[in-house]
């Protein structure tokens, strides 16, 4: 059992009310979270990081929060989805209350805005995190182009922890007021389709019997993730963050390995793959194939890079087979339609150089 921070002869002390400068922002977000406190002075904690001046962190909160969010996921889960196994369902809960995906909520609802602080960079990273997600053509699982910074995370444990004091410890009644916020919550299907990049690699390689290292190193400020299966290399990425690096080095590598694992499934007769390389109209034309085929659709992620005036984009290509997930990355183009087309056409391209149509 968790008890407030503030007891006088074994019972919680009454807490003042928001400062008037801070009642605007609690009533917001109340509005935002449509239940209002009881004690609003818990959600201006929740509110307030380290950095603040002479007013209580949400640090407490987070702590609270962090295990109160894991324990009401796994009940959901566990309510949902009876007959999934134990590993199947610490999977969905590591992506639901993972680091990604409490920021994104973090970043949909715009609970950052109402933060308390004293630290300007933050605001530089949330704002460049907030841009990423927003051009994100599908919801992230497992990291995107920019990392999530923690503090949005910590802001939603923290509100969480918040509501979960305010209702009494009611972890029921936490879960029907919070639950709205984390939507949509990431289940088997979803799951399937999205698969941890550097787990699935993984389980890749231990199915073929072959030996997965993934060494990590630097170059000044950039972090360098490379992939080498069986002691020969397979691929390797760069970043600023050392996660993503990682994870974008598993992401190519499941690609390369995809491609030299050719089996033969069976033939579709196409008449437009004899045409010219790049396949006219080719995302639609993949739509079509996987909806044949009984594949999920195609999931598209871009990445852009140059001047406002002046921007290339970068698009991948995922899609689920039978047989795993299979990622193709385009080159670069001034559109992001033609970036797309690019690498839609390299996918399809791959899926009939090695017989999976």
Known sequence: ???????????????????????????????????????PKLLEEALTHSSFPDAPSYERLEFVGDSV???????????????????RLSNLRSVNVSTEKLARVAVRHG?????????????????????????EDNAVAHGGSVKAPKVLADIVESVAAAIYIDVNFDLQRLWVIFRGLLEPIVGPEELRQQPQPITMLFEVCQKQGKKLEIRQGKKGSTNIASVYVDGKFVASCSSEHKEIAKLNAARRS???????????????????????????????KLHELCDKKKWPKPIYRKNESGPPHSKNFVCTV???????????????????????????SLMCRALQEYNYL
């Not at 009454?14 to 917001?28: D, G, I, K």
């Not at 959901?76 to 590993?87: C, I, M, R, S, V």
């Not at 609970?111 to 051009?135: S, T």
């Not at 689920?320 to 690498?343: F, I």
């Open 1 to 39: 059992m968790f008890f407030p921070s503030r007891v006088v002869s074994g019972h919680p002390a009454p807490l003042p009310s928001p400062s008037p400068e801070r009642s605007s922002s609690v009533s917001a977000v109340e509005v935002i979270l449509n239940y209002k406190f009881k004690n």
């Open 69 to 87: 969010l894991e324990l009401a996921v796994s009940n959901h889960l566990f309510l949902a989805y009876p007959k999934l196994d134990q590993g």
């Open 111 to 135: 609970l950052y805005r109402f933060l308390r602080h004293n630290v300007q960079p933050m605001d530089d990273k949330v704002g460049e995190f907030a841009k990423a997600v927003e051009e």
């Open 254 to 284: 499941l690609s390369q390995l995809a491609q030299s694992e050719p089996v033969n499934r069976g033939i579709m007769e196409i008449d437009w793959l004899d045409g010219p390389f790049e396949i006219e109209g080719a995302k639609q």
């Open 318 to 344: 995922q899609i689920a087979t039978d047989d795993g997930v299979l990622t193709m990355m385009g080159e670069k183009r001034s559109r992001v339609k033609d970036a797309e087309n690019c690498a839609a």
